[in-house]
């Protein structure tokens, strides 16, 4: 009897050992934690002009694009750290995005990169993005792609610290310099509306009144149409806007030493 019960021990540890094993074997591997931006200087041989930061909760997503504002026959390329997730297509509104799953492979740090295959209709080539829901803007011309720190948080890093470390150059003029924790913001508009101005409201900043148009991207250091914001500090705003017949709403992302240049289109 004795035998049989040292024999049944025995058998129950050799079952519990297997078990582990195969567990073990069948766990995920650990994945790699970026601390800094991994934005390159350049992709497809244009430069990378750094647009700002955006915090996602999980490295599996899905990433839909559409048309940001008019939708005037703009055709892009999606980059995702490195990867092509978008091939030369053209952009619909935001009732017909186009989707794709995407594995960004990192926890911590990644990116994505707008790459611009014309300036559509309406100059320059623009497009929203919406990352498992969390939507932002991204433009580009035929000189310059527009690039994001896509940041996966939870693993001591987060959109305080993103600057476009490796390369990515900001977007704009007029920004700050020198590590503030600040960075700027202009709105602006291609045309006149015929709304009269257009007043803009940053939630928990105040608010600028555009009065004037430009039919180029404005430097953030133009200030005589109005809509800029200056030293505020790093993060994600809501903001609204709004003339006669016309409303806008929408998040922006502040980041370091940058200006965002930040187009209402209807």
Not at 127 to 149: H, K, M, P, Y
Not at 219 to 230: H, P, V
Request: proline fraction near 4%; hydrophobic fraction near 30%.
């Amino acid at each position: 009897m004795l035998n049989k019960k040292i024999f049944i021990t025995l058998a129950a540890i050799a079952a519990l050992l297997i078990s582990c094993e195969k567990e073990e074997d069948n766990s995920e591997p650990e994945v790699d934690v970026n601390t800094t931006s991994i934005i390159p200087s350049t992709n497809f041989g244009r430069p990378n002009v750094y647009l700002g930061c955006v915090e996602i909760g999980s490295r599996i997503t899905t990433i839909k694009v559409w048309d940001h504002g008019t939708i005037d026959n703009d055709v892009v390329s999606i980059i995702a750290n490195g990867d092509v997730i978008i091939d030369q297509k053209t952009l619909s509104g935001p009732d017909n995005p186009i989707s794709v799953n995407y594995d960004f492979g990192y926890n911590g740090y990644n990116y994505i990169t707008l790459y611009a295959h014309n300036e559509g209709d309406i100059p320059p080539n623009t497009c929203t993005i919406s990352i498992n829901g969390r939507e932002f803007v991204l433009e580009a011309n035929l000189q310059t792609n527009g690039s994001v720190d896509v940041i996966v948080s939870g693993y001591g890093v987060d959109c305080s610290t993103s600057n476009g470390g490796n390369g990515g150059t900001s977007g704009g003029t007029g920004g700050n310099t020198g590590g503030s924790g600040k960075g700027d913001v202009k709105f602006w508009v291609n045309r006149d509306f015929g709304c009269g101005p257009i007043t803009v409201n940053v939630e928990g900043v105040g608010s600028s009144t555009i009065t004037a148009y430009h039919t180029t991207t404005p430097d953030c250091s133009e200030t005589g149409s109005g809509g800029n914001f200056d030293d505020l500090p790093v993060g994600t705003y809501n903001y609204t806007a709004s003339c006669q017949g016309y409303t806008w709403s929408n998040t922006i992302t502040i980041s370091e030493n940058s200006c965002l240049r930040y187009e209402l289109r209807i």
